[in-house]
């Protein structure tokens, strides 16, 4: 069975490393046969704010997004329609890399310069939910790398039952 260590968490006060967990769980009997840590596979995603958004003046399934990304206000097309003012998003910036082989470039979309993408769970790799953009909670803190948000990097524990 596997278990994520911050599900676990949620249920319980743990005060030790996962590695240590582990190692008291198969001493009492409940053979951890792996610790197992998972990183996410993007690159210079960054927690945004959208602050504004209008229906793209040539396409009626795409919407003009101005999103505060902590450093700057970036105008990105989206055609996600799950989205609204105010939603904390996952911000791929220029230069990004979202599993690993793919670049995040600077690009018109139907004549109006995107710089960047907001992006879903399975374009982050996390779930293989396509369904619309990853709306994050809003605790998360603005401008910090998605990759440093809690419950994005875990480590499992693989425990034989």
């Given at each position: 069975m596997r278990i994520p260590f911050e599900w676990l968490?949620?249920?319980?006060?743990?005060?030790?490393?996962?590695?240590?967990?582990?190692s008291r769980l198969t001493m009492r009997g409940l053979e951890v046969e792996a610790v197992e840590e998972v990183t996410p596979s993007f690159h210079g995603v960054v927690i945004g704010r959208i602050l504004e958004m209008e229906k793209h003046p040539k396409a009626d399934n795409l919407?003009?997004?101005?999103?505060?990304?902590?450093?700057?206000?970036?105008?990105?097309?989206?055609?996600?329609g799950n989205i609204s003012v105010g939603d904390k998003v996952p911000v791929a910036?220029?230069?990004?890399?979202?599993?690993?082989?793919?670049?995040?470039?600077?690009?018109?979309?139907r004549g109006i310069e995107s710089l960047g993408m907001l992006c879903s769970e399975k374009e982050l790799g996390i779930s293989d939910d396509h369904s619309g953009i990853f709306i994050l909670p809003d605790d998360f803190v603005l401008g910090e790398m998605?990759?440093?948000?809690?419950g994005i990097r875990d480590v499992v524990l693989d425990v034989s039952v």
């Open positions: 968490k949620d249920f319980l006060v743990i005060d030790m490393e996962p590695h240590e967990v582990a919407s003009l997004c101005k999103v505060d990304t902590g450093r700057e206000t970036l105008a990105i097309v989206c055609g996600a910036l220029v230069g990004a890399r979202l599993g690993g082989d793919f670049l995040i470039e600077k690009r018109p979309i998605l990759a440093d948000a809690p």
